[in-house]
């Protein structure tokens, strides 16, 4: 396998990190015939970076297999760095299509990672999986409907609606007032999340929660007194927010500053990953966020023979750092790809790509990627759920403590009140 990163003058250009590392590609000798290139867009740094934090211990998992590769060659993963920028990841979704002339584009990382891929993808003809991003702003944001769907463009992932019932199985264990005060950016996360037809206004009033919607804040705002004082005046007893890290720091300690104090706070994007709530410290015991992957997710991957447990102590021994739910996110990711290629009666033919994609039934971290088991077209379903992050001598891990799914996954206990 050898793993491309950005060329010399982009780096120049663009100050990006290239992904490429000797390790990976000394002396690496390929199987007989061209190899099928893959690209991979991925934001490895800035606010999105958490997303591409495993890329590097994952890909060095998968080398056996993408050296065996498919139909007699290689998998070779040119992996680009999106800079957590939807345009960049525009740009290098082109580039990979028209220049690399890659058989399959892959990526992860939100709406405004995914939804430009996607765009790309149906532009130049060329097959994409996409994953960690909801299915309404790939659908419904790109004019589409659930029942057209797309030529080349494939997600699998949750939808809001899959938020929404996660987010609502652990309130509903706690005594609230049903209170519940919105904050969403603007941006393509955002507008979905709160979108008056189907995003959480609609959603939790029809549950019976009073919608104390804050608007639309500008991306990588620092202040947020306004929002705070809204939810303060409205009596709020729940928070529900997607935001990114800096956002959340900003929102969090000004809410502690200005005295207020929700029961609960759920926190989409920004609690993915355990040195955010380190960086907060203890006022981040209690806050809850979506899960779409744990250590004991019961699921194996049928490519590798991985378990979720088993990634989880490799990660840690190898990087020394806690797991975070990115790493089996884009396992699965990696599983997908490698498993519709195989497949493929002639990768190099998109058409061809695009038959094998419609017959998945790969077995990943996160479950069973079935496109032909979902209504919506283009997109099949995984579970999520809910957690909790708990910090105990001075470490902070997550619980499970709800699960709306049909998937065996273990709920380990009950929302408690934010500390």
């Known amino acids: 396998m050898r793993i491309t990163g950005l060329n010399r003058r982009t780096f120049i250009q663009a100050t990006a990190l290239a992904v490429a590392a000797p390790a990976l590609t000394k002396g690496r ?3 007989a015939g061209k190899p099928i290139r893959v ?4 934001p490895q740094t800035g606010p999105l970076a958490f997303f591409g934090e495993p890329d590097r211990f994952l890909l060095e998992r998968f080398k056996s297999v993408l050296e065996q590769g498919a139909n007699g060659r290689p998998i070779e993963i040119l992996v680009k760095d999106s800079q957590s920028n939807s345009s960049r990841a525009s740009e290098l979704a082109s580039q990979l299509a028209l220049k690399d002339e890659v058989s399959l584009l892959i990526t992860a990382g939100g709406p405004d990672t995914v939804v430009p891929v996607a765009d790309q993808a ?3 003809g060329i097959p994409m999986i996409g994953t960690a991003c909801p299915w309404q702003p790939l659908v419904f944001g790109r004019n589409s409907t659930p029942d057209k769907g797309f030529d080349w463009s494939y997600l699998f992932a949750f939808g809001l ?4 019932a996660a987010y609502m199985g652990l309130w509903g264990t706690l005594d609230t007032n049903k209170k519940v005060g919105l904050l969403f950016p603007n941006d393509a996360d955002g507008n979905a999340w709160g979108d008056p037809k189907f995003g959480f206004p609609p959603a939790l009033a029809q549950g019976g929660y009073t919608v104390v919607d804050t608007g639309r804040y500008t991306p990588m705002s620092e202040d947020f007194t306004a929002q705070i004082t809204k939810m303060k005046s409205e009596g709020v007893d729940i928070v529900a927010a997607t935001m990114i890290p800096p956002e959340f720091f900003a929102f969090w300690s000004q809410a502690k500053q200005q005295g207020f104090q929700p ?3 759920t926190i989409g994007k920004a609690l993915l990953l355990p ?10 015991d209690g806050l809850s966020t979506e899960v779409a992957w744990h250590p004991s997710y019961p699921s194996r991957s049928a490519t590798t023979g991985d378990t979720s447990s088993i990634v989880t102590k490799e990660w840690q ?3 020394g750092r806690q797991w975070t739910q990115a790493i089996g996110i884009k396992h699965a990711l990696l599983d997908v790809a490698v498993d519709v290629l195989k497949r493929a009666s002639d990768p190099a033919d998109p058409g061809s790509v695009v038959e094998a994609i419609k017959a998945t039934k790969a077995d990943t971290l996160l479950g069973r990627v079935d496109w032909s088991a979902s ?22 891990d997550i619980a499970i403590c709800a699960n709306p799914t049909g998937a065996a996954i273990p709920v380990a206990d009950k929302l408690r009140p934010v500390a």
């Open 29 to 31: 000798a390929f199987a």
């Open 39 to 42: 690209g991979f867009v991925t």
């Open 122 to 124: 149906e532009l130049n």
């Open 161 to 164: 609606e899959d938020v929404i």
């Open 263 to 265: 029961k609960i706070a």
């Open 275 to 284: 040195t955010t709530l380190e960086a907060i410290g203890p006022t981040a």
């Open 317 to 319: 021994g190898a990087t």
């Open 375 to 396: 209504d919506i077209k283009n997109v099949a379903k995984v579970p999520i759920v809910g957690g909790q992050w708990r910090q105990a001598d001075r470490k902070f």
